[in-house]
């Protein structure tokens, strides 16, 4: 069984990564398809994607899963908060039965540099540009992207831990300073604001990152 990776956060929740080595029939047979989805790799990761919310959570119920109108999937009984992503042949999910939660895999890339600008403010290119050299000694098998695609994957966490939709990832999702070897704080800037601990994990050029907590508003 391919489970590339799981965490068991006993007063928080389960999180795992799927690497994707079946077809889509295996996961048909197990799991429902509830989009149109025309694409073949995106629908396969998407099948991956469910199927890794009921290897964290057994009972969990599939069947009960609505779409929010930003894309957002959640249930609506709020049995279980949930969030899913996937990149590659990999898919993620993050699953609690008592708080918001947002996770993002991504795979390093020199896309995300292009788009740097879009998503750092001033200070946190600034400090980005301070970081980076330390980060790619202490974790090389990152490589050039590693950091960036980090920051990245961060806010794509909190986005997805919000999952209101209609935010600057530059003004409103500010990343701070490393925590620990595997933690680092991120600000959300949104209301009266709100410090999250983000956690994350490296793997090559995989990185997983994911943040829980309710949100203050």
Not at 141 to 163: C, F, R
Request: glycine share 8%.
């Amino acid at each position: 069984m391919p489970l590339f990776y799981q965490q068991d956060m006993h007063d928080i929740g389960r999180l795992g990564i799927w690497r994707i080595t079946e077809d889509e029939f295996f996961f048909l047979d197990r799991v429902p398809l509830q989009r149109d989805i025309t694409h073949p790799h995106k629908r396969l990761q998407h099948l991956a994607g469910r199927y890794l919310l009921q290897t964290l959570y057994p009972d969990f119920p599939y069947e009960l899963i609505r779409i929010a109108d930003t894309r957002r999937p959640y249930l609506a009984n709020e049995a279980y908060h949930f969030s899913i992503s996937h990149c590659g042949n990999f898919a993620a999910a993050f699953v609690s039965p008592f708080v918001r939660v947002g996770v993002d895999v991504e795979e390093a890339s020199p896309r995300v540099i292009r788009v740097l600008h879009k998503f750092l403010n001033p200070e946190e290119r600034s400090w980005y540009e301070q970081e980076k050299p330390r980060f790619d000694i202490e974790h090389p098998h990152q490589g050039p992207y590693g950091l960036a695609n980090l920051l990245w994957s961060a806010k794509e966490s909190v986005y997805k831990w919000y999952g209101e939709g209609g935010i600057d990832f530059s003004e409103v999702i500010r990343t701070g300073g490393f925590t620990s070897a595997d933690t680092m704080n991120v600000h959300f800037a949104k209301g009266e604001g709100q410090l999250l601990t983000l956690g994350f994990c490296l793997w090559d050029d995989l990185c997983l990152s994911w943040v829980q907590g309710d949100y203050t508003g």
